[in-house]
């Protein structure tokens, strides 16, 4: 599959979407249960790659964990193989290769843990040697990098003699993703003690208990269907978003109100959301500092909307599947937009240049969400998406999703 061509709806576009579980409350509840000792039952756990590939590498004996890329599959796996004393080779493709992971390794030797680098000093691959209960129970760790270290840390922080005691530096990114990871381990048991004024985050060393969870809906999914309804020239468009809940655990249901100003009114039900049109504002301002994963949603839908949109907190961007900010700055051309860096690594904006090409061929980058933030471009125009494989990692029925409200032909 080395495309896929969409074409846009033939008629009036009303639909159901059954979406994706959430991988990232899937990949935490697999830890916490794996470390209550796998006694729960885990419902509507995500067939995503990144939490496929988690269940089996808790289950493997190999020496050798290889989380393909999947950045939470890798962070929190290297803090469970650390802090249970497991002798493994925690290794990835070549981009996860060059995605840090300094300040977990670090944080983690000074809890106890011994773990190497084998080819380059604070990246994978990395093994873990052992634990010695002789570490540290309090520790200042940097927040302005990726919440997955933190949240990595707090998950197995029960296990420690002492427990532990984190004071974040810098501005704290991605916070809902931590919020979330607290509220699952007190669904499991260990009650923890936030206090975001001072920034630190206390977890006891209680044991977890075995519990039963059930995950929601993939917010970040969601917002592709979000884009589509803005982008969607029916102005009846009606689209039925399945197993979200107004009260996530996900900050991604940001796209709730990201979306309004962009012309979409949510309604949420009994069975999840109802998506329809209304008219849009002619520009949006919007910190994505605890969204960052929407940040190529609201570009895409806005350059093509011809609103202008300022985004702040996209640091991030450049750390993720790909350099996000390249691949959007690369790809926004061919829909006539740019995006541009109007204050040194804090504020962009997404502005229209009106040059485009007809039939656009977008790449990917090895990146899920350049593929799905794209898509809904084909709400309005043909447009061929390049390696269409790659939205395994996260969304792997986003194609047959798609089918429901547009035409999708795979291209050998
Ligand atoms: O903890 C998580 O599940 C995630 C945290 C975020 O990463 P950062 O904390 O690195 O921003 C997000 O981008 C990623 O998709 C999933
Ligand atoms: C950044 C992402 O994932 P991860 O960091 O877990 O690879 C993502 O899904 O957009």
Redesign the pocket.
């Known amino acids: 599959m080395n495309a896929v061509r969409l074409t846009p709806p033939a008629g009036s576009v009303r639909a159901t979407i059954p979406l994706a579980s959430s991988k990232?409350e899937s990949?935490r509840a697999l830890i916490i249960n794996a470390l209550s000792g796998f006694r729960g039952t885990l419902h509507n756990v995500s067939a995503a790659r990144d939490s496929q590939t988690m269940i089996r590498l808790l289950k493997s004996e190999d020496p050798i964990a290889d989380v393909l890329d999947a950045?939470?599959t890798m962070r929190f796996l290297t803090a469970y193989f650390a802090v249970t004393g497991q002798y493994k080779t925690l290794t990835g493709t070549p981009r996860m290769c060059e995605r840090p992971i300094g300040i977990l390794v670090d944080a983690l030797r000074a809890l106890g843990a011994d773990i190497e680098y084998l080819q380059n000093e604070g990246f994978p691959p990395i093994s873990t040697k052992g634990f010695f209960r002789n570490g540290t129970n309090r520790l200042a760790i940097r927040g302005d990098v990726?919440?997955?270290y933190i949240?990595a840390l707090l998950m197995v922080a029960p296990l420690l003699p002492d427990g532990l005691t984190l004071e974040l530096t810098g501005d704290v990114?991605?916070r809902p993703?931590i919020e979330m990871t607290l509220r699952q381990m007190e669904h499991f048991g260990v009650q923890t003690v936030a206090n975001w004024e001072n920034k630190t985050l206390t977890v006891p060393a209680t044991p977890y208990s075995p519990a039963d969870y059930a995950i929601e809906s993939d917010w970040?999914g969601a917002s592709y269907w979000f884009s589509m309804v803005a982008l969607a020239e029916d102005e009846s468009v009606e689209i039925d978003l399945l197993g979200l809940k107004d009260d996530s655990l996900q900050g991604d249901s940001a796209i709730v109100d990201i979306m309004r100003p962009l012309g979409v009114e949510s309604k949420f039900t009994d069975k999840g959301v109802i998506l329809t049109k209304k008219p849009a504002e002619s520009s949006l301002a919007w910190d994505f500092t605890n969204c960052?994963?929407l940040a190529q949603t609201v570009a895409v839908c806005c350059a093509l909307k011809g609103i202008l949109l300022t985004l702040t907190g996209i640091e991030?961007l450049k750390i993720?599947e790909t350099d996000r900010v390249f691949a959007l700055q690369t790809e926004l051309q061919k829909i006539g937009a740019e995006l541009v860096e109007v204050e040194k690594n804090t504020r962009y904006e997404v502005r229209k240049t009106g040059v485009s090409d007809s039939v656009p061929t977008f790449e990917t980058y090895d990146d899920h969400r350049m593929a799905m933030a794209f898509a809904p471009v084909a709400m309005r125009r043909e447009v061929v998406i390049e390696e269409p494989g790659v939205v395994a990692k996260s969304y792997p029925s986003f194609w047959d999703d798609m089918a429901r409200v547009a035409g999708v032909h795979f291209i050998d």
Do not use: A
Request: charged share 10%.
């Open positions: 990232s990949n950045g939470t990726s919440s997955q949240s990114g991605s993703y970040s960052p994963d991030s993720k």
